[in-house]
T-cell receptor
Framework: DGGITQSPKYLFRKEGQNVTLSCEQNLNHDAMYWYRQDPGQGLRLIYYSQIVNDFQKGDIAEGYSVSREKKESFPLTVTSAQKNPTAFYLC?????????????FGDGTRLSIL | AQKVTQAQTEISVVEKEDVTLDCVYETRDTTYYLFWYKQPPSGELVFLIRRNSFDEQNEISGRYSWNFQKSTSSFNFTITASQVVDSAVYFCALSEAQSNFGNEKLTFGTGTRLTIIP
């Protein structure tokens, strides 16, 4: 089945540690996105990528980094600079530009601090 | 800046009742797109509908219907004869058609948690 796979489902981070969240899609979509979801705050955009080897900062990019070396993959690294990383992270993809194409989402990764 | 407001944080209704989820948006653009997504307990967001700003026709899909009114900047979602499987968090989102390169994004509301009581 075509879709978006996020792993792991649950992740724990120690103080000062970088962790990487995986996002893979087999929908042949050009655009991919990372969102952070906190209780009562909806979804906020961290980074997005419209094509391979290119990505743009979203509203809350500080403390995060991404790469887009392959069309299918868009990993998100939560660095030690992100002081409040506990949240639910959602990856999404779309056929084209966000303004008129629905985004398809993965099942999410829940990140917690040890 | 664009903004989406979902004033209803939580709603509970008894099964088979109708329920309407409100969505009010703000944008300076004349061309934009509105979306509704459903987030069941499993976590993923499921796309429900997209509507562009030039199409004010109401839409019905089974038990779901959407009422888009530009005059009041609202895009409300009604579930008729609700079922327990409708229990989820529902998000309304807005994107602007005119975007500079590097400014493509959806703006989400804070969501409405809907609980259907059996």
């Amino acid at each position: 089945d075509g879709g978006i796979t996020q792993s792991p489902k649950y992740l724990f981070r120690k103080e000062g540690q970088n962790v990487t969240l995986s996002c893979e899609q087999n929908l042949n979509h050009d655009a991919m996105y990372w969102y952070r979801q906190d209780p009562g705050q909806g979804l906020r955009l961290i980074y997005y990528s419209q094509i391979v080897n290119d990505f743009q900062k979203g509203d809350i990019a500080e403390g995060y980094s991404v790469s887009r070396e392959k069309k299918e993959s868009f990993p998100l690294t939560v660095t030690s600079a992100q002081k409040n990383p506990t949240a639910f992270y959602l990856c999404a993809s779309s056929i084209g530009r966000v303004r008129d194409q629905p985004q398809h989402f993965g099942d999410g990764t829940r990140l917690s601090i040890l | 800046a664009q903004k989406v407001t979902q004033a209803q944080t939580e709603i509970s209704v008894v099964e088979k009742e109708d329920v309407t989820l409100d969505c009010v948006y703000e944008t300076r653009d004349t061309t934009y797109y509105l979306f509704w997504y459903k987030q069941p307990p499993s976590g993923e967001l499921v796309f429900l509908i997209r509507r562009n700003s030039f199409d004010e026709q109401n839409e019905i899909s089974g038990r779901y219907s959407w009422n888009f009114q530009k005059s009041t900047s609202s895009f409300n979602f009604t579930i008729t004869a609700s079922q327990v499987v409708d229990s989820a968090v529902y998000f309304c989102a807005l994107s602007e058609a005119q975007s500079n390169f590097g400014n493509e994004k959806l703006t989400f509301g804070t969501g409405t948690r809907l609980t259907i009581i059996p």
